[in-house]
């Protein structure tokens, strides 16, 4: 069988064909399309190389080819993505988002607003109220509901009727079903104060709660 520039026919075996040229046994996609043509047109006529061979380096200069475009198109994904990314990081800072926990900060000099997760009807649902020291200073009871996100508020005053003073405050959701008292996720309101930008994910710092993933958030609201 011939040879182009020392390569025989079979040569480009043992090259490693990637997208941009490296170090040594690398091809780049036009030296990989140079050498295949230069090694068409001298090879031997009664000696033709093999259909099979042939294709086979088609697929492979095809494969770089692809794999290039697809780094391109990759790369322009996740620069718009970081850019969306940024431009949503902006827009929520000083806003309320709703996410599952069990504290938040609250102004108790109006109604506090939110929402638990019952996953089957119950005829007794109750949200027990905590303060920072842990002692239960009020209860919302929200007698017989549906199973689904049920909505309850809290007017900010203990069970005597005296406003509390605003602060942090844990809520306890618990229904009755099943022959026993069971416990409820809460989705309570958080203040944004800033986000962090990097990683795999757009991290929100929420008043009172710490740093939260955006997956966690269930509503953005004013």
């Known amino acids: 069988m011939s040879t182009v520039g020392g390569v025989s026919a079979s040569g480009l075996d043992q090259y490693q064909i990637k997208p941009e040229t490296g170090g040594k046994k690398e091809l780049g996609k036009n030296e990989f399309l ?9 090879q031997n006529p009664l000696e033709p190389q093999g259909n099979g061979e042939f294709i086979a380096q088609l697929a492979q200069f095809s494969q ?9 198109s990759m790369g322009s994904l996740v620069s ?11 827009s929520l800072v000083g806003r309320k988002v709703i996410v599952p926990t069990d504290k938040a900060v609250v102004d108790t000099s109006e109604s506090f607003k939110a929402s638990l997760v019952l996953p089957v009807s119950s005829s007794n649902v109750y949200v ?6 842990g ?7 929200l007698g017989e509901q549906q199973a689904g996100n049920v909505s ?18 844990k ?5 009755t079903y099943d022959g026993e008292a069971k416990g409820l996720y809460t989705m309570l309101p958080a203040n944004v104060d800033s986000v962090v930008l990097g990683g795999s994910e757009l991290m929100l710092n929420l008043a009172g709660l710490g740093s939260v993933p955006l997956s966690q958030v269930q509503v953005i609201g004013q």
């Open 34 to 42: 140079n050498l295949l043509v230069a090694q068409l047109n001298n």
């Open 171 to 175: 809520f306890e959701a618990q229904a």
């Open 64 to 72: 770089v080819e692809g794999i290039e475009k697809l780094n391109t």
């Open 128 to 133: 027990n109220v905590y303060d920072a020291s």
């Open 80 to 90: 718009g993505y970081q850019s969306s990314q940024a431009l949503q990081a902006s």
């Open 152 to 169: 309850f508020i809290w007017d900010g005053k203990d069970s005597s009727g005296n406003l509390m003073p605003p602060g942090t405050y």
């Open 135 to 141: 002692s239960v200073v009020s209860r919302v009871n």
